[in-house]
T-cell receptor
Framework: RKEVEQDPGPFNVPEGATVAFNCTYS??????FFWYRQDCRKEPKLLMS???SGNEDGRFTAQLNRASQYISLLIRDSKLSDSATYLC????????????FGTGTRLTIIP | EAQVTQNPRYLITVTGKKLTVTCSQN?????MSWYRQDPGLGLRQIYY???????DKGDVPEGYKVSRKEKRNFPLILESPSPNQTSLYFC????????????????FGPGTRLTVL
């Protein structure tokens, strides 16, 4: 089983729709979780950290389910500018020195 | 402007010719790391550094060396590059290394696309 697993997509979603991604992780000791966004041929940038209680930032909501070992990202009212690859990132151990990146989910918002 | 810079951005070289990819950050970050990104494999960590003179292996360190003589710089050295090191390389930095700072964002450089013939 991969340490971090994501559906690669692509997800082609009409503008204004709501889209959700899940990401599963194998290490039950993982403590910190993130969603990064990567545009084509660019560097990854932090979208959201994922806290135990879940968190929301504007149109974006992140959730953590420790029992089932997955994190989710929900995007509401999707915009054309949301088109990107979304990377799920999980730490390997209690610290944050080693991070494991998922292979990413590609999202395209269609006008 | 706060940033992570990498040089060169693009490099084509031949097998066995030593090369160095530089990485520099101007944010006084303690933590720095190198990743490679390959299709279908995602980003994989090569080496990381918690502070000056402190480096450790990531998941794929074979064939690479690093050094951290100054806080701002973290060069990646390929002593004898091989075609399987053809990849997109990212350097990243993060403020702080304590457990309390575990949610700190990693800032990535723009990437270096390396081709080894």
């Amino acid at each position: 089983r991969k340490e971090v697993e994501q559906d690669p997509g692509p997800f082609n979603v009409p503008e204004g729709a709501t889209v959700a991604f899940n990401c599963t992780y194998s290490n039950s000791a993982s403590q910190s979780f993130f969603w990064y966004r990567q545009d084509c041929r660019k560097e990854p940038k932090l979208l959201m950290s994922v806290y135990s209680s879940g968190n929301e930032d504007g149109r974006f909501t992140a959730q953590l389910n420790r029992a089932s070992q997955y994190i989710s990202l929900l995007i509401r009212d999707s915009k054309l500018s949301d088109s990107a690859t979304y990377l799920c990132v999980v730490n390997k151990d209690f610290g944050n020195e080693k991070l494991t990146f998922g292979t990413g989910t590609r999202l395209t918002i269609i006008p | 402007e706060a940033q992570v810079t990498q040089n060169p951005r693009y490099l084509i070289t031949v097998t066995g010719k030593k090369l160095t990819v530089t990485c520099s950050q101007n944010m006084n970050h303690e933590y720095m790391s190198w990743y490679r990104q390959d299709p279908g494999l995602g980003l994989r960590q090569i080496y990381y550094s918690m502070n000056v003179e402190v480096t450790d292996k990531g998941d794929v360190p074979e064939g690479y060396k690093v050094s951290r003589k100054e806080k701002r710089n973290f060069p990646l050295i390929l002593e004898s590059p091989s075609p399987n090191q053809t990849s997109l390389y990212f350097c990243a930095s993060r403020p702080g290394t304590s457990v309390l700072e575990m949610y700190n964002e990693q800032f990535f450089g723009p990437g270096t696309r390396l081709t080894v013939l």
